[in-house]
């Protein structure tokens, strides 16, 4: 027996999908945000500012 599905999407359907797909690029987005300076930290990079009181302790000394 060979199954083929109908080439019909319901409009209701496809709107769903386009809802979820937005979701979860801006949940992606939200939780890569709210995390950022853990990933910065991970990969090596300092803040700007890390940058700055390092450059500003050098001049005191």
């Not at 809802?19 to 709210?34: F, S």
Request: proline fraction near 5%.
């Amino acid at each position: 027996m060979h199954f083929t599905p109908l080439p019909y999407l319901d409009p209701g359907s496809g709107s769903f999908i386009i809802q979820i797909a937005i979701a979860a690029l801006l949940g992606l987005g939200v939780a890569i945000r709210a995390s950022w300076s853990s990933i910065k930290k991970f990969f090596g990079m300092k803040s700007k500012s890390a940058d700055e009181e390092t450059d500003s302790d050098d001049a005191q000394n």
